[in-house]
Structure formats: structure tokens, C-alpha cells
């Protein structure tokens, strides 16, 4: 959604450009440039969730010790915050908890 609001933002710029040779006003359209503004948080949202969700196997089916601590929370930190992070660190804690019978 974000591509195709960018390319109206392009396309509205080539038309104020011809608007400009015909010595017209050119045409003001603030929703384009407002939609960008608002969908971002959206975009962010979902690219951090998309980023967690490739990384979710191997989390959950990697090797514990084979694990970088910096780079789970920079996964886990990329765009979705601390929830995803603190939700595979409980999960694990409980699965190592089992496997100890605690």
C-alpha cells in the first residue's frame, strides 16, 4: 500500500509539473501525502512482525546455547517492542523448565 501511495505522490508531482507549462494552478491533494504519513506506523508494525515471524523457528528449534542474546533482542526489537521479546523469552524459560521437571 505504501509502493502505491508513493507512486500517486510521483505521479500527482508530474502532473503539477505539467499543470506548471500550461501556467495553471496546480493541483493540491494533501490526502496522498497524509496517507504516507499515517500508514507508516502500519508499515513498521508489519515489517517487524514479518522480520519476528522468519526468525520465530529458529528461536523456538534452534540450540539454546547456540544463541546470541544481541541479536534475538534486535529481532525481537525490530519494529514489533518488547512483547515478542519478552513472549519467546517466557516461552523458553517454561519448555527449559520442563525439560527439568521444575
Known sequence: MQKTLEDLE????IVNEQEEIFGWNPTVNTAVAQSL???EPFEAFFRGVLESQKSLKEWYDGSLLQWDPEQVGVG????VGVGVGVGVGVSVGVGVLRQLDL
Open 76 to 79: 525481537a526489537g525490530a519494529g
Open 37 to 39: 504519513i499515517d500508514i
Open 10 to 13: 510521483r505521479e500527482l508531482v
